[in-house]
């Protein structure tokens, strides 16, 4: 079966999952920002300083910023100083200036800051508000404002009591100096303790500390009292000035600067508290809201003098990270960076820092290169860090031989990185060119004179030859042609020769002039003479031949190579790499100014390349391309098709020559032959001559010669001849071979060619059109034959030619070798040799840009001694941390062995894993396995442990690490996959089948596949059972023994050979499979492979998961599944006891047995009955062969004796033989077999299965214990399961047991560490760890609904851990253990909401619960309890001294209770609790009267729930008597009395309903609670409603702060603040008016559930589908994007009572009163004329309408404009007159009057069956009738309803009480304490009702 494809996840992490992107998230966020605000001299900067210590903020304060500037004598400090000496003030302009720097600095940018005493109370420079604009404005807004509030009295009394030691400047309070308080100070600390049982060491500390306070004190008194001094500014009457001045010009904006801010941000806190109360109240809401403090870098040096410079890196970074250790295990990581400064690569420059500058950031180390660069890293590390920093600076050289591709890669390279190809060849064409022109200038000139010499020089040469030459043509006139031209050659010969000094060019002109004379005729050659005797023998530049020398020069001097020195090439890179720094940052946002460059056609020598060192302009990267495989043939090929044209025509001209020499040689041995065949043929013919002369007959006989070819060659020459004639014809032959060779060759490639498209490849440069052959040339060769050779394709002719192409490539691998050794002179410099043989461009800028990365990112290493070691120091701090907390105790020496080990699994256990935790990750990404690895083949990356199954594996994991670990999710797991193994009986079938349908896995039972595998072949089940009854069946057939003819015979045969045939064809795997199940022999692993390979690589296994049902069976088995690195997630065992095997299979095989019998003995039975009926056809056959035999016999002796016609005198033969006894003697009658002795009895056959049982069972136990074994050595989990049980129970069990493995697949890959709660702070603290988004929220409870967040304090402890790089808090030990075992399931919810402090209250009659169910708040989680007298104790005992405090004191002093103007002071003082503002608070039993209600309004003080907990009389009685019964109870005090709580009650009730309706009406926020029921049902109860409400504020600040639409429904919105902050479309539903056009008033409920804000503004709506479209789109509703705007007010419908209808009289209705509704929708016909109702009236454009009902005004109000302005018709209906009521019979009278009060009286008396007690059933009736008449009698005033309804309740009850005590009462007695709490006083008040008139009460 397959399962159902996996559900998405429905949210993304709440926290980042890459380590990484959460450092990148954290770089890229704002720090915390925070300004404190308050009255002067309140303690801002006090709080300021403590604050921007603790949250590593930059405190910002004037004063500061003045010393600050000074110290660092910046230009605004030496003004500062100026003005000091000059003893004036600094002016408030240059404060601010100082101070807006301050703002955009790069440590405030880092840190944050903390700005306090701004704005100031001058008014000099900027006003209050222009001040307060400056930090609206601000590039950094402050994200808190804190304002410390305290009354003026105790601002005054507090700062006028301070007091100054003029020589040290220390500040003294009033507490430290005044004797008095002193005094009292000891008379309090000398009166009794309380608590006597102390111990001795508490007291002799406590004794000690007073000892050190005396001494103080007297020091105090005695020598700094005298001395101190009352400064000018602590006098009581300046103090007051200035805070009257803070009202009057600071104290209103303020206020509106606080109302702006966001009140989750807003903290408000109590002046009167020490410092130190109030920094912890601030950290501890900073904490609850899940932020983090300012990123602490930390400076990694040691206090000992350490030699680090001569270590290599990894021993480096080893020493580094175990410096300033934040605690054991958790040493400082190393970064990307490695070594790099990455200041400077921030700049664009790669340098190594230095071991004097490494720090410690965000749990991880780098290095700096300087004190500069370490002060920049120190104010702000984020720009530094910020992605895409580490990036290569991007400085690359490029070499490579031509055609490389070095000039493309060159370019995907500067792309990549968005820099710039420096191409030196474009770079220096102008100096090429300039250097050339320079050449040719000097080249010119030196022609010039060599050339008029040279023409002077060939003019002399030439008269001397033409002198010669005329002698030579008058001596050789008179001669033959032959001799002329002899002479003419000999002497051109001769004068040939020119003078040894002649230049080159000379000398060739020379030997064409001569060759071209030795073409000439002797006549012709003198007159060429005669003509090219010059005319002048002046000789200039302007000499036809001198200037073609010239030319010539200039030419030759064109095409020839330029040479610039190596300091031009390093000048110009200068200069191109300054002028590339000016646009580079342009490249990217925050590019650095240096690198961005790509160097190409660079010379690769070491002059050039020392140039570059001298000039410092070295690339980090050099870059070669090589073509090393296959010696070059890749080079070759490219450079012979870029050059294919020349080589081709070099190739053909030397086989056109090697062709024309071979034919000339040819030629002359022709004409060699047939001169000799010429000088045959004239002996010959002299011989014939002389023989026919002699012998006339014989030369006619010889008169034929041999036969000639056509070239003069006869068929017959001589011996020599003919051999040498052979020798040519094959070499000629020989020869047209290899040119027809040649030309197929060609022909075949051509057509190739013609086929295939032309490809240019991008290595190749472009080039100008090659030149071709000369057509002479290719018409020789054609005619010759001439092809060139064969080659492949992709490939080049191996030819001579190619020798020149060849020494390229050579001079270019020998002088990149010398370069090579000068680049290794620079360590720094990366050298990258690349192949290009096999790669495209696309593979070669990849390893280009891994090779330059790789410095940059994270490197594994094999884990060996050092880290065994760094693991042993951790163990050792961790055990003598733990020694500290822990006494040692003494144990036995076993029980330390024990420890011992478990220790070494402890320290397993807490090894910082990797993304794959146990399991090797190589396995798991090639083959999608769990294979768990060993720890001896351990390797580190990123300072996790990850194990390998091989050594191998853990190479190849090093070598790409980033390809085996997870990025921004975890890796997926594979599918579950189980082993289930067990005896055979063990129900293992059962289980894997049941759990296999639940998971929706397979479930494959392996010998069940064996048998499918072998079933195909031999058609039937193959083992030891089917091989017996086989066996059965055979024995049974042979039984058989009936004749059968001879065709039946031969079928069977037939059949029997085809069946052993079909046996015959099992293939080698089959008949090992047959073999396995037959006799138990082991399969091949060849056979396994074909069937246990596919189960965990082929689809659909491979992604759905199995459960392998009895496999493997045996150790080999296990064994090849290590060996093929298959392995299960768990091995399930299941065992069970051998007679329960025998009791689960031995009924089955009986059964079996027996069945086998049964059909064995029926089997007999009808091969009996089937020969008793083949022996009767048998007889019955041979009878009737018998007696046509005995009749034939008896006809022929008939015809005998008639033949003879002699009578028959013998006697006639006897009777005729007896065919019956022949028949008995043929077929005798077989007797019944008796019993077979050797067959099987039942017990015999049950022992012998018994015993084949045991023997099953302890061949599969012991076969189990050799699997279990082999199992345990690859670390497979096991599961043992007991399966005795029923099988329902045993796979409940077995699931049980599996349902962590299945529920938590998602997370088997993650670790969690568990961490105090202490190490959790200093972590982030020290920002060694993330905190994680869920801040202080528990993810249990928030997955769990939970919206409270309680408070750390002892009931509420907190209990963190580390998951990846966050840490986590929890509130249980229980929920962190949840946590850990599926981190996924919980980090994938909707992040939590904003924390929201609880503040609610609860009220209730004494007795009621209220108490209780506060302190249930107080210890579930962390809330304070408050009633009205803690509040005032809080402020008695923290704060005695104050107004408040006196105030109170006086009136308790004088027996009076506190006012409820100062409790409410008290009680907003209390409110300003740290547990108030981050947890929440329960206020008990307050309001109660509704004076306290206006002064919690006046202090705005408004709980978001009341919860009212309402019970009678009667049960606070009633409790109040179980209260008195409790054991161990105090004293029973006298205001608890009954009569007291009965005085109580009624006061509470009378009180609470007043301020009930106003909290209704106002707020909405009551909520009444049944306190009848249990304590658990009103938790729950209150508990629901309170994370509900605390949900909706969650989600409205959440809403508000995106931007977005929230509702504001339980927000306690007054009306007024309602009505102020209307929208444009005031109290109508928005969106009914957009979409339908109608107008919706919604003014007619108060309620705001369906209400909502957006942009500051409240809007209505009609119900909840308006408010979810609203909620969705809010900007399609309201302006302007909304389609229809509000009315105008006089447009909009008003509706009208009664009273206003008369109170507009004259005025009439329009319509004449008819419903302009009815008429309407009627169709305006006659009958849709109905009369209005005066009652439903509404005024519109200043007209009156009276409406048929309250439906037809509601539509109307809806679309005024639908029904407003109609037209009556002519004819009306008549006018009804009135009927009066008492003019009515007396039914219509009923009918009109009380029918429908007494219809709803009788239906109510009909469904509620009431039976009064003691009355009948009709009176009790006729009783309900008439009170409920009473009580809901229209006409009746409120006092009379109210009296007969609470009549009717009462009746009600009594008739109830039949019911309950029918139920309640049974037939055998119970005690009282058995009895319902109330059934005693209900039994009392039915028994008290006898005799009773109902009406009398």
Known sequence: MMTSQQEEQPYPFVDIYDEDEADRVFLTSKPTCFAILGKPSVGKKTLAKKLAQIWKCTLIDASELIDENITAETEYGIKCNELLYQGQAIPEDLIIKMLMKKIESPEVFHFGYVLCDFPSLSEEHMSIPEQIDVIRNAKLKPDFLINIKCPDYDLCQRISGLRQHPETGQIYQREEWDPDIIEKRKKKKKEPRKSAEEEEEEEEEEEEEETNEAIADQIMLTEILPHLVHRPEDFLENIQERVAIYKDIMLRPLETLMAEQDSQYLFELDGNKPAEELIATVIARLQSMG??????????????????????????????????????????????????????????????????????????????????????????????????????????????????????????????????????????????????????????????????????????????????????????????????????????????????????????????????????????????????????????????????????????????????????????????????????????????????????????????????????????????????????????????QANKAEVDAKIIKRLTDEALKKKQEEEEARKELQEMLKLQAEEFAEER?????????????????????????????????????????????????????????????????????????????????????????????????????????????????????????????????????????????????????????????????????????????????????????????????????????EEDEDEEEEEEEDEEKAAQRKRQMGDTKHFCPVILKENFILYPGLTENTAKYREKHYYFSTPENRDKFLENPEEYVSRNEPLKAPPIRICLLGSHGAGKTVCARWLADKLGIFHIQFEERLQELIMIKTGKRVGPEEEEEDEEEATIQEMVESPQSAAEELEGEEETKRLQEKEMLLTDEEEAIKANLIEGEALPMEVLDGIVLDWWMKEPFRSTGFILDGFPRTAEEAQYLADRCLCPDVAVYLEVDEEDVTDRLLPKRVQTWQERQARKFEKKQQIKDMKAKLRAELVAQRRAELLVEQAKRKMEEATARLENEVPDEEEEEEEEDDIEAILEEEFPKEEDEGEDEEEEQESEAIERMRTELSEKYETDVTNLQAVQEELEKLLIPEVTLVSKRKPHIVCYQLYKKLKDLIE?????????????????????????????????????????????????????????????????????????????????????????????????????????????????????????????????????????????????????????????????????????????????????????????????????????????????????????????????????????????????????????EEIRPYYEEQHQNWYVIDATHSKWWIWNKILEETQAITKQIQIYLERIRQGMAASIADLCIMPQELLSRLGEFGQYCPVSLAEKGELVDCSVTPSLKFAAEFRGHYYKMAGQEELDKFLKNPELYVPPLAPYPLPLPHKLPKKLTAADVKALFPMQAELQGFCPVTYLDGKQRYEALVPGDIEYAVLYRNKLYIFESEEKLQKFMRLPEKYWNQTLPHKLPPIKEPILLTALPLTGYLEQGVATALIKAMNEVGCLKPKFPFLSVKKTALLFIAYHLKAYNPRSSDYIRKKYKRKLERFIDHCELIPYLGIKMTQRYKEPQNRPIDFDHKLHTFLSLKDVDPTSH
């Not at 490539?809 to 096999?838: C, K, N, T, Y």
């Not at 001294?1441 to 109170?1448: D, M, N, Q, R």
């Open 1304 to 1552: 938590n697949r998602e997370s088997i890959f993650e670790k969690c560490y568990p961490i105090s709660l202490s190490l959790a702070r200093k972590m982030l603290v020290l920002a060694y760890k993330h905190p994680s988004n869920f801040g202080q929220w528990d993810p249990i409870k928030l997955s769990e609904g939970d919206a409270i967040k309680p408070f750390q304090n002892q009931d509420t402890p907190s209990f963190p851990l580390i998951h990846r790089n966050c840490i986590y808090f929890f509130t249980s030990k229980e929920n962190r253990d949840t946590f850990m075992k599926n981190p996924i399931k919980y980090l994938r919810q909707p992040k939590p909401k904003p924390t929201v402090p609880v503040k609610i209250a609860v009220v209730g009659p004494p007795k009621s619960g209220k108490t209780t169910v506060a302190k249930r708040f107080a210890k579930e989680y962390g809330l304070l309890r408050l009633s009205m007298g803690d509040a005032i104790r809080m402020v008695l005992n923290n704060q005695p001294e104050t107004e408040l405090a006196l105030i109170l004191k006086w009136h308790l002093q004088k027996g009076l209770t506190a006012p409820d103007e100062l409790a409410v002071r008290a009680l907003d003082i209390s409110l300003m609790d740290t547990v108030c503002n981050t947890s929440g608070v329960v206020i008990d039993g307050y309001p109660v009267t509704r004076k306290q209600v206006d002064l919690l309004e006046e202090m705005k003080i408004i709980p978001v729930k009341i919860f009212e907990l309402d019970i009678d009389v009667k049960e606070v009685l009633r409790r109040a008597l179980q209260d008195k019964q409790i054991p161990n109870r105090y004293p029973y005090p006298m205001h608890d009395s009954s009569h007291i709580l009965s005085i109580k009650n009624s006061c509470y009730r009378a009180q609470t």
């Open 291 to 640: 932020l983090r403090n300012g990123a602490l870098i930390t400076k990694l040096q040691s206090g000992e003098e350490e030699m680090l410079d001569g270590l290599d890196n990894d021993e480096l970074f080893r020493v580094l990270a175990a410096y300033k250790l934040v605690a054991p295990r958790y040493r400082w990581r190393r970064s990307r960076w490695g070594r790099a400064c990455p200041v400077a690569l921030k700049q664009g420059e790669i340098i190594m820092g230095s071991t004097d500058y490494a720090l410690g950031f965000l749990g991880k180390m780098y290095m700096l290169s300087s004190e500069e660069a370490l002060k920049e890293f120190m104010l702000n590390p984020r720009p530094y860090l910020l992605p895409p920093m580490p990036l290569p600076p991007c400085k690359v050289l490029v070499f490579g031989p031509p055609l490389s591709g070095r000039t493309t890669l060159c370019g995907l390279i500067a792309n990549y990185y968005q820099g710039k190809v420096i191409d030196m060849e474009d770079l220096l064409k102008a100096q090429f060119e300039e250097a050339r022109l320079q050449l040719i200038e000097q080249t010119r000139y030196e022609a010039i004179q060599a050339g008029i010499q040279k023409v002077k020089e060939k003019m002399e040469n030439e008269r001397l030859y033409q002198e010669q030459a005329a002698l030579i043509a008058q001596d050789l006139s008179d001669k033959e042609p032959d001799e002329y031209e002899e002479g003419i050659t000999a002497g051109s010969v001769q004068h040939s020769v020119t003078t040894s000094g002649s230049q080159k060019e000379s000398s060739t002109i020379k030997e064409e002039d001569e060759g071209e004379m030795e073409e000439l005729s002797p006549s012709q050659a003198a007159e060429e003479i005669e003509t090219s005797v010059p005319q002048t023998s002046e000789v200039t530049s302007e000499h036809p031949e001198v200037q073609e020398i010239v030319q010539k020069a200039i030419e030759a001097v064109m095409f020839s190579p330029v040479l610039l020195p190596p300091e031009a090439y390093a000048d110009a890179l200068e200069e191109a790499i300054t002028e590339l720094s000016k646009s580079n940052k342009y490249r990217y946002p925050g590019a650095a100014e240096k690198g961005g460059w790509v160097l190409d056609n660079f010379p690769p020598s070491t002059e050039h390349w020392a140039a570059l060192v001298e000039k410092e302009l070295l690339p980090d990267t050099v870059i070669c391309l090589k073509n090393a495989e296959q010696n070059g043939k890749v080079l070759l090929t490219r450079l012979y």
């Open 689 to 889: 001559e002389s023989i026919d002369f002699d012998h006339p007959s014989a030369s006619e006989s010889q008169t034929k010669m041999p036969p000639v070819t056509e070239s003069g060659q006869t068929i017959q020459p001589s011996a020599s001849g003919e051999t040498k004639e052979k020798e040519k014809s094959g070499e000629s032959l020989e020869t047209e071979g290899q040119l027809d060779e040649a030309q197929v060759s060609l022909d075949s490639k051509e057509q190739q060619e013609s086929k295939t498209e032309s490809k240019e490849s991008a290595e190749h440069i472009e080039t100008e059109e090659e030149p071709q052959p000369p057509a002479p040339l290719k018409s020789v060769a054609s005619e010759l034959g001439v092809r060139l050779p064969e080659y492949p394709e992709d490939a080049f002719p191996d030819v001579v030619e190619m020798d020149p192409l060849k020494s390229k490539i050579i001079q270019f691998l020998h002088e990149w070798q010398r370069m090579e050794a000068a680049i290794a002179e620079s360590p720094l410099i990366q050298v990258s040799e690349l192949e290009i043989d096999g790669q495209t461009l696309q593979m070669l800028l990849d390893q280009t840009i891994q090779s330059m990365e790789q410095p940059f990112k994270y490197h594994g290493w094999e884990f060996g001694p050092e880290d065994d070691d760094e693991e042993q120091e951790d163990l050792q701090a961790e055990a003598e941390a733990l020694a500290e907390e822990e006494e040692e105790e």
